[in-house]
């Protein structure tokens, strides 16, 4: 019978299953690595042969981890974990000569933070490769928790799995069309913007939640005219006479108001602390701690223009 002892089971064996078992399939799990669907396939069976076991049920859409399958993906996740770990110990030796970093972000701040960030890191550090993914924090802490990524930047306090290291503070705006009637003052209340329909994000952001605790502390039924997750989309609603857009401030960053204009919130005012999140007890890699002073000057920068739209 086949051992796995034979020499006959190799990383990228173990590797090319996680990504079939993550991917559904052979064919978008072959174009996500880089392979044929054939030679994937092939992969996959001397796997199996190697191991005497089916690992994978095939259907014409999709294919499933079979029991033994969830078992060797158990073990798989670990090797693969271990190594990873391994290789990142060894790029950390060579004193950020090579090497990788894999970043979570919150949509608004993998637009319109890290893109201002990532240059210059690159520029200090050109041989370290940085992967930026967008996420929501629970995402980030399964990630982390993973191996997917080493670090997260997000909301403080939203996920008791993660640690977290405050970057900035900042409250949620109102976007609104020029000329509209709130738009003469610097400050807008909650309950000015109740009388009216507003645009928000959709229902499971965290800034969705705090426009609701908000507006059921001002005791006032909420009324949402859209709902949007790209921020894009809110704006060109707001300019085009959709009404008021509730944002982090961190989601205007680097856009040039056309059209429409900010004015902070009050009564209750809505604020959220972003930061960077990893595992309780993580050490960060040089890598990381080369990339958190640049992420703190850029957001500084960043914010600057906008506080001065917002201020009293």
């Given amino acids: 019978m086949p051992s796995i002892l034979n020499d006959s089971v190799e990383l990228r064996h173990l590797r090319y299953l996680r990504a079939v078992a993550e991917a559904g399939g052979f064919t978008r799990a072959a174009a996500e690595i880089g392979l044929t669907q054939p030679t994937l396939s092939q992969q996959i069976a001397q796997l199996e042969e190697g191991l ?22 158990q073990y798989a996740g670990r090797i693969l974990g271990d190594m990873d770990a391994l290789k990142r110990s060894l790029d950390d030796m060579s004193g950020l000569r090579r090497g990788s970093l894999r970043i979570g972000a919150l949509p608004t701040l993998a637009q319109r933070l890290l893109p201002f960030v990532l240059p210059r890191f690159h520029q200090a550090h050109p041989e370290i490769r940085v992967t930026v993914l967008e996420m929501t924090v629970d995402e980030m802490a399964r990630a982390i928790a993973s191996g997917a990524i080493e670090i997260g930047i997000g909301c403080l306090g939203t996920s008791l799995g993660l640690k977290g290291e405050l970057l900035f ?33 959709p229902p499971g952001y965290g800034t ?18 859209l709902e949007v997750s790209a921020v894009e989309s809110a704006l060109h609603a707001v300019s085009g006479g959709g009404g008021p857009a509730i944002l982090p401030s961190s989601a205007l960053w680097g856009l040039r108001p056309e059209g429409w204009v900010v004015r902070r919130i009050t009564r209750p005012v809505m604020r959220r602390q972003i ?24 957001a500084h920068e960043l914010a600057d223009p906008v506080l001065s739209q917002v201020s009293c």
């Fill in 52 to 73: 005497g076991v089916a690992l994978l049920t095939r259907g014409r859409r999709e294919c499933r981890l079979t029991p033994a399958g969830e078992m060797v993906m």
């Fill in 169 to 201: 503070s900042e409250e949620l705006v109102a976007v609104l069309a020029e000329g509209d009637g709130l738009s003469d003052r610097n400050i807008v209340t909650v309950a000015e913007l109740a009388q009216r329909p507003v645009i928000v994000p």
């Fill in 208 to 225: 969705r939640n705090l426009i609701a605790n908000a507006w059921a502390k001002s005791r006032r039924p909420a009324i949402f005219s």
């Fill in 275 to 298: 930061g960077f999140l990893v595992t309780h007890g993580g050490h960060p890699r040089p890598a990381i701690q080369a990339l958190l002073p640049m992420v703190r000057d850029v």
